[in-house]
């Protein structure tokens, strides 16, 4: 976290030409921002993802605003292309379009495919939320796109395994995938992922009211799934209030709860590539970032790079550049943007009216479990209902070990069994 000398941030800039950012003259749906100047957002429509070529994900509805948040815009049956990627028999697959707000409130789209399979349920059928990591920046990269068009080099390894999805289908579990990402691919913003989430819900709700109407919901997510399923358990209160009680339980795993303790883990190591793409990520939507970008920052995030999924971000690592290099501040990351955004992506003020469990790889270096130890403490003394388990390994092993256990915990908040409290318990460390 340490600053550069800030003749070495000056002579990085001058270094570097300005980035060829074209001029418009008028500003798209997707890049306006109140409050900034138009050349910022010339910048902020060019770092965004390029279109996917189907008008479902790309097209930005003229009369957004007019949409209360959760109404549906299109559907489209995609059972012929998920079925082949859940393996498992389906009686519908869905992919729903629906309006929702960025992380400041402003209104989007969203997109989230809601899966039934064609097995009968006991009871009502339960309906898991699964927000699987997408990490991407590419408008591709997303699985709502991999379930409506199949496998391409653009579907992400995390998609299929652990194999959540095919899991709950199997028990005849309903499945909702939401685009968590936003149609911005704002990685690692934990608001845009909460609204998304909650108002994919509602949407899936009211596509498919005979199937959901007394389902009890659970919401699950690993990483940058966890990011998500943060979020989104975090607003579920004042956002979705009529959501909350049906909301049973959210499981998050290898969560990366405290930013701040990121850029000391991720910055200038292996990490690096995932760590610089979710600065963008989060850029895409908190515009004010866009201000300590220096040009080869603006080169970087401008480029074909701006539509890369999670393997080239992660072999981004291999470079070890660190983020100061990037910025034209020489301590950006204890700049007041940078405060800021710690503050907002902790969401440390609210308590979780979703009951939780947490659990992190006890080996973990890139995100540390000190950070979800902090979160599950913080939580209990805001009187959530909340449990903590320690996995061993680090961040992969600790994914695949910790599914069974993640697993058990949601299946038995969806058959009815209440979430133990277990925040008389300290967790370790």
């Not at 495919?113 to 059928?125: K, V």
């Not at 653009?154 to 499945?175: C, E, F, R, S, Y």
């Not at 999924?309 to 990037?326: D, K, Y």
């Not at 209990?380 to 993640?406: D, K, S």
Request: net charge positive.
């Amino acid at each position: 976290m340490m600053p550069v000398p800030p003749p070495v941030a000056e002579a990085v800039d001058a270094a570097v030409p300005p980035p060829p950012v074209p001029r418009l003259r008028d500003i798209p749906p997707r890049a306006r921002a109140a409050g900034f100047d138009h050349r910022t957002l010339e910048l902020r429509e060019a770092l965004l993802p390029s279109p996917t070529g189907d008008p479902l994900f790309d097209r930005w509805p003229a009369d957004l605003s007019t949409m209360r948040p959760g109404r549906v815009i299109a559907v489209r049956d995609v059972r012929a292309t998920a079925g082949p990627v859940v393996t498992v028999p389906l009686r519908s697959a869905t992919l729903i379009k629906f309006a929702t707000t960025d992380a400041t409130g402003a209104p989007i789209f969203g997109t989230a495919t809601l899966l039934i399979p064609n097995r009968p349920a006991r009871g009502p059928r339960p309906l898991l939320v699964n927000n699987l990591p997408i990490d991407s920046l590419g408008a591709a990269c997303t699985p709502g796109y991999t379930l409506a068009h199949g496998f391409s080099i653009a579907t992400n390894p995390t998609d299929l395994i652990p194999p959540a999805t095919q899991l709950a289908l199997n028990d005849g579990h309903a499945v909702l995938v939401p685009d968590h990402q936003g149609p911005r691919m704002a990685y690692a913003e934990p608001v845009v992922a909460g609204h998304v989430i909650l108002d994919a819900i509602r949407a899936g709700l009211t596509v498919r009211p005979e199937t959901l109407r007394h389902s009890r919901i659970a919401l699950a997510g690993y990483s940058g799934g966890a990011i998500a399923t943060h979020g989104a358990s975090n607003l579920a209160g004042d956002y979705a209030p009529e959501l909350s009680d049906r909301i049973v339980g959210a499981a998050l795993g290898g969560v990366p709860a405290d930013f701040r303790m990121l850029v000391g883990s991720m910055n200038a190591n292996l990490a690096t590539g995932l760590f610089h793409a979710a600065t963008f990520g989060i850029a895409r939507e908190r515009t004010e970032i866009l201000a300590l970008a220096n040009r080869p920052a603006r080169w970087l995030a401008t480029s074909p790079l701006k539509n890369v999924c999670v393997i080239p971000e992660a072999l981004g690592g291999g470079t070890f550049m660190p983020m100061q290099l990037m910025s034209s501040d020489p301590d950006p990351f204890h700049s007041p943007v940078a405060e800021r955004i710690y503050r907002l992506t902790a969401m440390a003020d609210r308590k979780s009216l979703v009951p939780l469990l947490i659990y992190h790889g006890t080996h973990e270096w890139w995100i540390p479990a000190a950070g979800a130890r902090a979160l599950y403490r913080q939580q209990c003394g805001y009187g959530a209902t909340a449990a903590y388990r320690e996995i061993f390994g680090e961040h992969l092993t600790g994914a695949l070990l910790g599914f069974p256990v993640a697993l058990d915990w949601l299946n038995n908040r969806l058959a009815g069994r209440p979430a133990p409290n277990e925040c008389t318990r300290r967790p370790a460390g």
